[in-house]
């Protein structure tokens, strides 16, 4: 745990706050992702870090303590790596004992037999410290399995005709449930590149 004055421009942290006052010492873990700006408000003189939120730690991929991906950068990437999706998922698994950062893809018009590759690529220039896992630890989580035209949609309908309300009918885009994906799997009909 680190106090304001500890932090440094440009990283991420997680938020907590502490309670001195009452009984027992106590920390409250928000759950909530930030990213420090700058440790100062040059337009007003106040030495308080200014910060961006980044999203809720639920929707952070965190791969081996080293990098963690949020929902925008993980969009981003997905938007520049030159081949069109209908839509995506994307969470941390762990395959013996290793973590693995597994995308759930549906491309529009078919996939390029270099999916995985443009993929990791755009990541890298995404995100700076997933690019720093394979050049500092020799990692590349990267996993992608494709999806049949059509999937999201499937799944999209199958919970509208459960009666699921409007805002539950789409997977979650990160982290999603082990539910959620061996759904979007049956529906998929599971097609690797």
Do not use: C
Request: glycine share 6%; no cysteine; hydrophobic share 35%.
């Amino acid at each position: 745990t680190l106090l304001l004055n500890q932090l440094e421009v440009g990283k991420r942290y997680e938020v907590v706050i502490t309670s001195y006052t009452g009984m027992p010492f106590l920390r409250y873990r928000l759950g909530h992702l930030m990213e420090v700006l700058a440790l100062r408000e040059e337009a007003t003189g106040i030495d308080l870090p200014q910060v961006r939120f980044l999203g809720r730690i639920d929707s952070i991929i965190d791969i081996a303590g080293f990098t963690r991906i949020d929902e925008q950068t993980l969009h981003r990437a997905v938007q520049t790596m030159g081949v069109p999706m209908e839509n995506w998922s994307a969470r941390k698994e762990v395959q013996t004992g290793t973590p693995v950062l597994r995308f759930y893809l549906e491309p529009q018009n078919g996939y390029p037999w270099d999916l995985a590759e443009r993929l990791q690529r755009s990541l890298a220039e995404q995100d700076p410290s997933y690019r720093d896992l394979d050049a500092m630890l020799g990692m590349r989580p990267l996993q992608v399995t494709t999806l049949a035209p059509g999937t999201f949609q499937r799944y999209y309908e199958s919970k509208r005709d459960a009666g699921v309300e409007l805002a539950q009918r789409q997977p979650a885009k990160v982290n999603p449930s082990d539910e959620e994906i061996h759904e979007l799997l049956y529906l998929g009909e599971y097609a690797p590149p």
